[in-house]
């Protein structure tokens, strides 16, 4: 994503109300203020399949108040807003990124080494 790029993805709510999702840098803030880590919250979703921060994520992208709650109860899943989820997805990744990221997790193992006399 880049600084100056704006993607704007609508989507129909429970009551059929559109809102507009953008994916911009400013949501990206957004994130990165209300999750901590925005870079981390996008890889758990994308490569560690936690499905369950992709609210989260929306959330930071409406174009108004929406709690994580309201995306979970009021979104309407259709063929036509799974296309649209697909490409805020693949928009998140840029669709270059593969299987590997600097962004992983590495977990040491350290070894319990005692001197012998």
Do not use: W
Request: charged share 30%; aromatic share 8%; proline share 1%.
């Amino acid at each position: 994503m880049l600084v100056n790029e704006i993607k704007i993805y609508k989507i129909k709510m429970e009551n059929n109300e559109e809102i507009e999702f953008k994916l911009d840098f400013n949501a990206l803030i957004k994130m990165h203020k209300e999750y901590g880590n925005a870079f981390l919250l996008i890889y758990q979703y994308a490569f560690e399949n936690d499905f369950e921060k992709l609210p989260a994520i929306l959330r930071c992208m409406a174009n108004k108040d929406l709690s994580e709650e309201d995306i979970k109860n009021k979104m309407l899943i259709n063929i036509q807003v799974i296309e649209t989820l697909s490409n805020i997805t693949l928009d998140l990744l840029n669709q270059e990124l593969t299987d590997v990221s600097d962004f992983q997790v590495k977990k040491e193992v350290k070894k319990n080494q005692s001197k012998q006399k």
